[in-house]
């Protein structure tokens, strides 16, 4: 089992949808999470951190549950903007120290 | 401030040859990153510094490649020899660690696209 799993996707979604992504990780004792967002053949670029009360930043809102070990986000009013790859990153302690591991990623395409 | 920055953008080389990938943090950032991406696997983190100093090479693919952090502001990594699976997208990415934070927001750089032929 991989240490943080996302669904691949594609999405495909129409201008002002609703769309939500999940991410699954295997370490109870991870730390902190986060979602970046990759543009095709762009870096990786930080689109929020993601807490335990859950967080919304515009039409984006981020919510972890520590019990079933999954994080989210959550895209309202989708634009074509949007269009990216949704990188799940889950950071903690393992046997060699703080670990980043970045999930393969959900990609989103939204259509006009 | 110029970010991250690497070079060179694009590297197209042959089997058996020397590869060398280089990066420039952010200045004042005291953590460097070096990941590789494929379609296959992901983003996956090879190796990290903090102060110049290797924390985690586990994810370094096997001997033929080397991280190397001569002072804060450079970085190299080195694959001898280089074979075509090693095609994929490098990137560097530098964040500010402070003690005590389990994370701080990584800054990635452009990437190094390379290919093995």
């Known amino acids: 089992r991989k240490e943080v799993e996302q669904d691949p996707g594609p999405f495909n979604v129409p201008e002002g949808a609703t769309v939500a992504f999940n991410c699954t990780y295997s370490?109870?004792?991870?730390?902190?999470f986060f979602w970046y967002r990759q543009d095709c053949r762009k870096e990786p670029k930080l689109l929020m951190s993601?807490?335990?009360s859950g967080n919304e930043d515009g039409r984006f809102t981020a919510q972890l549950n520590r019990a079933s070990q999954y994080i989210s986000l959550l895209i309202r009013d989708s634009k074509l903007s949007d269009s990216a790859t949704y990188l799940c990153v889950v950071n903690g302690l393992n046997t060699g120290g703080f670990k980043t591991i970045f999930g393969a990623g959900t990609r989103l395409f939204v259509k006009a | 401030d110029a970010g991250v920055i690497q070079s060179p953008r694009h590297e197209v080389t042959e089997m058996g040859q020397e590869v060398t990938l280089r990066c420039k943090p952010i200045s004042g950032h005291n953590s460097l990153f070096w990941y590789r991406q494929t379609m296959m696997r992901g983003l996956e983190l090879l190796i990290y510094?903090?102060?110049?100093?290797?924390?985690?090479d586990s994810g370094m693919p096997e001997d033929r490649f080397s991280a190397k952090m001569p002072n804060a502001s450079f970085s190299t990594l080195k694959i001898q020899p280089s074979e075509p699976r090693d095609s994929a997208v490098y990137f560097c990415?530098?964040?500010?660690?402070?003690?005590?934070?389990?994370?701080?927001?990584?800054?990635f750089g452009p990437g190094t696209r390379l290919t093995v032929l």
């Open positions: 510094f903090n102060n110049n100093v290797p924390i985690d």
């Open positions: 370490n109870s004792a991870s730390q902190s």
């Open positions: 993601v807490y335990s």
């Open positions: 990415a530098s964040s500010l660690w402070a003690s005590g934070s389990s994370y701080n927001e990584q800054f």
